[in-house]
């Protein structure tokens, strides 16, 4: 499938669009990232993969309770979030960002202690759902599983960074393509285009709200055509495609780095598993359907640029072997761990101790 073109609000393709398409190189090369950045790339996709089907399968033995798998998003995901400066910039996820958390720094030890609920869940010690991803120190914001409410906590954040005048720094917000129905995107998009905040939308499209599909959610070709309104630039990407999503998130995060004002980014991706493990997903899409999606599989797609970039099968076969030893036993010390004490269900939900004049409480 051939590559899907940036739009802007205005319909136009700007100039730096096209520099890919020109250049008679690489396509990494024509996007300043090196063949070590893309075997970065492909090994966090790969990783995505491996975690999100493990998931899947020890709910289905019993030994957790729930799981959201990634599958198909892997590519939309991490080439987003290649984008996002470490410690500098900030990241607002949503509950399907497990890729995009691996390239923030969270390992897969992180995950599997969140989906069994462990005591030393780094994100909320056992008490949130998985993939409520939360590190300050990453400069990642907590969030709620309630689709659509990361807008305005992202836009308030980039408000604070203008206040604060830490210049450069860009709030990425991420969300699925259901996420900008409810009013809460529409009043943060609002907000950021006019005081011309440094946020970027990033909606990756799956085609699917639960079962709703997308022609239902709304009268648009695309979530893009929705940034006109906003006065934004709204680009399109392949999320089938990791180069594909970097090199038009790259555009918008360039937009709002630039003191331009907010920007969206659409990556056009499919959901391969149910949209839970509670979910019966024959109910609305066929088998068909979902081979069809697979025949671009963003992880196999990813492996087959590498080959013919140079890289070697017996490079990328390692990359598997390794990945697949680090997730078993990621996964072996998450269930050594401890649970939740009962005792401790209600620290850090009210606020303990003597209040003091100054406000701190002893």
Wanted: aromatic share 6%; net charge negative; hydrophobic share 40%.
């Amino acid at each position: 499938m051939t590559p899907m073109a940036v739009r802007t609000r205005e319909g136009s393709t700007p100039d730096n669009a096209n520099e890919v398409a020109r250049s008679s190189g690489p396509r990494h090369d024509a996007l300043g990232l090196s063949l070590d950045d893309v075997k970065r790339m492909y090994r966090l996709m790969l990783m995505t993969r491996l975690v999100s089907e493990r998931i899947l399968q020890l709910n289905r033995m019993g030994r957790t309770p729930f799981g959201a798998g990634t599958d198909g998003h892997e590519a939309a995901q991490i080439g987003a979030a290649w984008c996002i400066r470490p410690g500098k910039d900030w990241t607002v996820p949503y509950y399907r960002d497990m890729g995009v958390s691996f390239v923030l720094g969270f390992t897969a030890l992180d995950e599997f202690r969140a989906v069994l609920g462990k005591a030393t869940d780094t994100n909320s010690a056992g008490r949130a759902m998985l993939n409520m991803f939360s590190s300050p120190e990453r400069r990642v914001l907590s969030r709620s599983v309630l689709v659509g409410t990361e807008f305005p906590h992202a836009v308030g954040l980039a408000l604070a960074l203008r206040n604060r005048k830490e210049d450069k720094c860009v709030v990425f917000a991420f969300g699925g393509e259901a996420s900008t129905s409810p009013g809460d995107f529409h009043e943060a998009a609002n907000f950021a285009s006019i005081h011309k905040l440094p946020v970027v939308f990033v909606i990756e499209n799956n085609l699917l709200a639960i079962s709703t599909r997308f022609e239902k959610q709304m009268a648009v070709a695309n979530v893009a055509d929705r940034a006109a309104a906003y006065a934004m630039p709204g680009h399109i990407a392949d999320g089938m495609d990791v180069l594909d999503s970097y090199e038009k998130t790259r555009l918008a995060a360039d937009h709002a780095r630039a003191g331009k004002g907010p920007a969206l980014v659409e990556l056009k991706c499919y959901r391969y598993q149910p949209h839970t493990s509670d979910d019966d997903d024959s109910r609305y899409r066929t088998k068909q359907e979902v081979e069809e999606w697979k025949a671009r599989d963003p992880v196999k797609r990813g492996r087959e640029y590498l080959l013919g970039a140079g890289a070697s099968e017996p490079d990328l076969e390692a990359i598997r072997v390794e990945l697949a030893n680090e997730i078993e036993k990621a996964i072996a010390q998450a269930e050594s761990e401890p649970d939740p004490r009962p005792e401790d269900a209600l620290t850090h939900v009210y606020a303990e101790g003597t209040p003091r004049p100054d406000g701190t409480r002893a």
